[in-house]
């Protein structure tokens, strides 16, 4: 007797929906946000400097700022790069949308590249034929929590006079060469959105080795002034002034309170990361028709998703129908990512479809299998009972 998938009337695998991704809130993060909440600051006082000092420690970096979104660190690392109307920037299309709305925001355009079809992180090979003169950055996302080929995309780079920043919402915790993301380019964007490796609500982080790049941050986020309230009513005085445009990009330290309490665990959330990866891998492994991400020599992966991609000519149901099969099994798979360019914002900006040939196609292949330190054993077991059945039915 074949088994009957529950697509088909047959029971589930699972009888309540497992997320793809979600935070994880332990009583020490509660009593953190608490004792902020008992205190004189709510915003901007001695727990922000304090979760940023955390935070460039865990990444090897010199200075860290705290932004209110992921998509407000991405603004503020494009502002602080000196980016500016008509510059063009490179970006694999890959990507959450803010990824490259952040290029807009300088007024400057997005030139996307097409991604290597093993890690689906940007091809080095695929941006010198995306440059023109007004080429000015690359915008590295280390897709699914791996590190681009930053060797090879440097060289690029190199040779053209471009910057590299990294839109590292994926990443925190990965190394590339031994060396963690967050010091290896002079800008980089974290996000702590929930579904991210920390959770703070909404939040994100910039990272930099130049103090020069800290102070524009600083002042970036607070409507271009650098002393604050706090400092001033120290001193005495009232005078403040806003020596560039900013914006009120501040993380409350209510928010910076549970980010440094999280931060704590990353390590221990990290290994679980790559325990339930690695046990997928490895049950995938007697499923041709499954192809996981490739992993890179010298790429130390975060782990923030665990994507497999289908080979559509061995199964008579494409991505559209397995998704469907498997939400029914209990389990909650999720496609990332749409190829930016589209989104129908960026469709009435005359990006044509066809223009990244291997993204679209990974596109269409693509799930995200849950992953979360959270995860019980048994609830990895069940996504890798459902893979199998929703497979093993739909041989072609
Ligand atoms: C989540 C994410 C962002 C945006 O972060 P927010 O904190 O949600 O603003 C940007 N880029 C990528 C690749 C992301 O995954």
Not at 49 to 64: C, D, N, Q, S
Not at 165 to 173: K, Q, T, V
Request: include cysteine; hydrophobic fraction near 45%.
């Amino acid at each position: 007797m074949p088994v009957r998938l529950a697509i088909d009337g047959g029971t589930p695998v699972r009888g309540t929906m497992l997320p793809y991704a979600r935070h994880v809130i332990d009583d020490d993060d509660v009593a953190a946000v608490v004792d902020v909440l008992r205190g004189d600051w709510l915003t901007t006082g001695p727990g922000v400097a304090a979760y940023e000092e955390a935070f460039a420690e865990a990444v090897g970096a010199k200075h860290a700022v705290a932004v209110s979104s992921g998509t407000a660190a991405l603004h503020a690392a494009t502002a602080a790069s000196g980016l500016t109307w008509l510059d063009e920037v490179i970006v694999p299309p890959l990507s959450f949308v803010a990824t490259a709305n952040c290029i807009y925001y300088q007024g400057a355009k997005p030139v996307f590249a097409d991604v290597d079809s093993g890690t689906c992180n940007l091809d080095p090979a695929a941006i010198e034929a995306q440059l023109t003169g007004r080429s000015r950055a690359i915008l590295v996302v280390h897709f699914a929590g791996q590190p681009a080929d930053m060797d090879a995309i440097r060289a690029v780079a190199q040779k053209h006079g471009l910057s590299i920043y990294e839109d590292a919402a994926h990443a925190l915790g990965a190394k590339y060469k031994g060396q963690p993301v967050g010091a290896l380019s002079p800008l980089t964007a974290f996000s702590t959105h929930p579904v991210k490796h920390i959770a703070t609500g909404e939040g994100g982080m910039v990272t930099t080795d130049d103090d020069m790049l800290a102070r524009k941050l600083l002042a970036f986020r607070n409507h271009g002034i650098l002393r604050d309230s706090h400092a001033r009513e120290r001193e005495g005085d009232w005078h403040y002034d806003a020596a560039t445009l900013g914006y009120n990009y501040r993380m409350p330290d209510v928010l910076c309170a549970l980010g440094m309490s999280q931060l704590e665990k990353m390590p221990r959330w990290l290994a679980r990361r790559q325990t339930i990866a690695a046990r997928y891998t490895q049950a995938f492994e007697n499923l041709p028709e499954i192809e996981p991400l490739v992993q890179a020599v010298g790429c130390e992966s975060a782990w923030h998703l665990y994507i497999i991609r289908l080979r559509l000519d061995a199964l008579r149901r494409d991505r559209g129908e397995m998704f469907t099969a498997l939400r029914a099994e209990g389990i909650g798979v999720n496609v990332h990512y749409l190829p930016i360019y589209h989104h129908s914002h960026y469709q009435t900006f005359g990006y044509a479809k066809g223009l990244c040939p291997v993204a679209e196609a990974q596109y269409e292949r693509m799930l995200t299998l849950p992953l979360w330190p959270g995860m019980g054993d048994d609830d990895v077991e069940d996504v890798i009972t459902a893979v199998h059945k929703v497979v093993e039915a739909s041989r072609a």
